[in-house]
């Protein structure tokens, strides 16, 4: 059973920064794809950014600059680095893993499918105004 803890969250004010980290263990792939996501109250999950087992990365159009991807792969965890936060950014955050894709077209769609069958408890950020 893969099993997935995300923590860092927080609240902060407008133009401060976390830094989420996600621990990853028990996963049956090969070679991985992960990546973050969230979900505000009242809206749709979206993804935030991933990397794959080329180490190329994706971002969401509203973080890019602001949010980094990183990992650990000895440690198995991977990181979200968030900086400049806005109130747009207050959601639960979520950590994924699935099956490598080499293809960044599609690494989001199969990381959200993944999450049908795990997902952790997420974390909360919340930034005001």
């Known amino acids: 059973q893969v099993q997935l803890v995300e923590s860092g969250g927080g609240s902060v004010q407008a133009g401060g920064s976390l830094r989420l980290s996600c621990e990853v263990s028990r996963h049956p792939y090969a070679s991985v794809c992960m990546g973050w996501f969230r979900q505000a109250p009242g809206k749709e999950r979206e993804g935030v950014a991933f990397?794959?087992?080329?180490?190329?990365?994706g971002y969401v159009d509203s973080v890019k600059g602001r949010f980094t991807i990183s990992k650990n792969s000895a440690e198995n965890k991977v990181y979200l680095q968030m900086n400049s936060l806005s109130p747009e950014d207050t959601a639960m955050y979520y950590c994924?893993?699935?099956?490598?894709?080499?293809?960044?077209?599609?690494?989001?769609?199969?990381?959200?499918?993944?999450?049908?069958?795990?997902w952790g408890q997420g974390t909360q950020v919340t930034v005001s105004s």
């Open positions: 990397f794959d087992a080329d180490d190329s990365t």
């Open positions: 994924a893993v699935g099956p490598s894709q080499l293809n960044s077209s599609l690494t989001f769609y199969v990381l959200n499918l993944a999450m049908r069958d795990h």
